[in-house]
């Protein structure tokens, strides 16, 4: 069957009216429905990208009022593509999918395993403090078994971290609010500021507003925070990113609870492997002239001879070091860059994150332990985090020994083979485990077969080149530069390449910064070949999104 393989994406709770079958995601800080209508993101506070679609009626019918005429060829098959495609070829366009594997979904990863059981929806992710979870922290296990309480020794900066995310900053220099709404102070304040300088600015000893909380860090606390953030996760990986890449996630939403893939049927909700969000739309798309070619590589070209393929337009979506492979430095004929001086620098300079990750499939030992078993294992070692997962099945669970970000993921690059790493995470679970109340805690974690061990490091991901997009102080101009080029098909701008992936919207590594592009690039290519259906024209990017608001 498939097994959600917990990747670099979680999601917010929307619904994804392009999918041709209704999907649901699941699992974030709010029901932003439930409260009222949906709001903008962050970055782009003027914009419902599902309105548009709504707006459009059923998802069988194109945004344009006729059939248009283009050829676009599309390079890369993960879900900004897939979804770009799907509504192109509605439109009349002659349209071709390259994918370099022999699958769709890009970075979407689910994994087989051998039992064939069918799904369940998995009600109660497993977050750290929902359910038992031991905190490791300067060789001390620290028990915790509710979120209404923090954990022992994190009150100051939970209390302030709280204080910020809700009150925002007021006091010795301007107010500034935390909120989706009044964000543009926020992130002209912080631009060029690491997470870690403005936390400093913020709570340090020598800070700039009234210290959220009421008390000042201490370097314990700065290290703590960074090593187990409030006891449920650390910041300290992404220290060095900047502080606005950091922040706009949270104020989003998107970094508050883990999340479970599921789909609808006839019997209800099933969680499903997550690659099927992409493969459901895709499958759709050759019944209506969609061309695929798989185990492809293609370089896009501008003008020249030989064995070469022409379109009216090109698009590229793969992760932003992977453009740099897709696309050739300057055209043939021209010999003028395809992109722009700022786009160039985006995808040579812009930063991608290292993870690594291992996953094993193991008995469920966790479903006949006393109540207080931990689920979930925190620490401050090189052991960042262990998640045990419920798939369905009544007697095997999936466990997340490692998620390794940065300088600890590109620690352990190294080690290759998954057996060894996982020798080496269970010496150190015995270690965080040691006086804890389960001691032989490492002893549950045995492999139910050999080949139930899983272990992916995103640098070396052949057609990644890493995990995911997430600016460096100063980079939020480089990450707008991508977002905003589809912009250049209404200008005189002669290049007829565009970027495309989540790697180039302000929220890289979730399905909704892969959505906000494509749709993007569908309302600029929409108007460059024809026009917009007039009924929902009003909600498209191309009407709604001018330069950016915050003037990167």
Partial sequence: MNVPFIS????????????????????????????????????????????????????????????????????????????????????????GLIEATDDMGGCLRTIQTPDGFHYTFIQNFPDPGKVPTIVFCQETPISWISQNVTVKGFEKVSNGWGSLISK????????????????????????????????????GEKHEWDVPGGQVWTEDDFERFGTLGVGSGGFGAVYSAGFNSIFRLIVNGLESDQAVFAKMTDDGLQATGIRELANVKWQRAPDLGLKTKFDTVAKITSGGGGDVDYYDLAVVGTSSRAMNFALADVSDTTNEPIMSSAVNRGITDLHMTASSKLFIRTKKFWSDQPADFPRVILSDTDLPQAYTLDYGHPDYGMVLLTYAWEDLSQTILAIQD????????????????????????????????????????????????????????????LISSMFYDYQKLNDTSSSRVLINSDCTSFLGGWVDGGLQPAHNSMAAIFERFGSLNPVAANFAPSALLGASPYQY
């Fill in 8 to 95: 670099r994406l979680r999601y917010h709770l929307v619904e994804m009216e392009m999918l041709e079958r209704k999907v649901w995601v699941f699992g974030t800080l709010q029901d932003r429905r439930a409260k009222g209508p949906l709001s903008g993101w962050v970055d782009t506070p003027q914009i419902v990208y599902s309105a548009w679609n709504q707006a459009a009626g059923e998802t069988d019918r194109p945004l344009v009022p006729q059939r248009s005429n283009f050829s676009i060829p599309l390079v890369g098959g993960g879900i900004t593509n897939v979804v770009l495609a799907f509504n192109l070829v509605k439109a009349g366009g002659d349209v």
């Fill in 168 to 203: 925002g900053l007021t006091g010795v220099s301007q107010s500034i609010t935390a909120s989706s709404r009044n964000s543009k102070s926020t992130s002209m304040s912080f631009g060029n500021d690491s997470f870690y300088t403005a936390l400093q600015r913020i709570f």
């Fill in 418 to 477: 998954p057996h060894k790493l996982l020798s080496i995470l269970k010496e150190q679970i015995a270690r965080i485990m040691r006086d804890s109340s389960y001691p032989n805690y490492a002893d549950f974690l045995d492999p139910v077969t050999d080949d139930d061990v899983y272990l992916v490091h995103w640098p070396l991901d052949q057609y990644s080149y890493g995990a995911f997009s997430l600016g460096l102080p100063g980079q939020d101009k």
